[in-house]
């Protein structure tokens, strides 16, 4: 069973910076995709940042500029690096991975940012 495990999360004052890391329970080139989602209360999950296996990386306009998506293949373990935070990036992150073979998506358990004075 894959698994995919959220680090990094915590409460953090406006304007600083956090980085998540989503460790991976197999080699991350198995996946043709890793990306970052976010859920605030009440809203929708949201996709924030995505990095494929061609190293094609993606970012939503709300945090182009501020958040950096990266990979350490040794470490089976994508980053994500985010500054500038803003209260309304107080969220639950999630991982996700697509499986190149499977296509099954994998979801990590979240780990909770909070952007607040």
């Known amino acids: 069973q894959v698994q995919l495990v959220e680090s990094g999360g915590g409460l953090v004052q406006p304007g600083g910076s956090l980085r998540l890391s989503c460790a991976a329970s197999?080699?991350?080139?198995?996946?043709?995709?890793i990306s970052w989602h976010r859920q605030a209360p009440g809203k929708e999950r949201i996709m924030v940042a995505t990095?494929?296996?061609?190293?094609?990386?993606n970012y939503p306009d709300s945090v182009k500029g501020r958040f950096t998506i990266s990979r350490d293949a040794a470490k089976n373990t994508v980053y994500l690096q985010m500054n500038n935070l803003k209260p309304e990036d107080t969220a639950v992150y999630y991982c996700?991975?697509?499986?190149?073979?499977?296509?099954?998506?994998?979801w990590g358990q979240g780990t909770q940012v909070t952007v607040s004075s």
């Open positions: 996700n991975a697509n499986d190149r073979y499977s296509f099954v998506n994998y």
């Open positions: 197999i080699s991350i080139t198995s996946f043709n995709a």
């Open positions: 990095i494929t296996g061609g190293s094609i990386i």
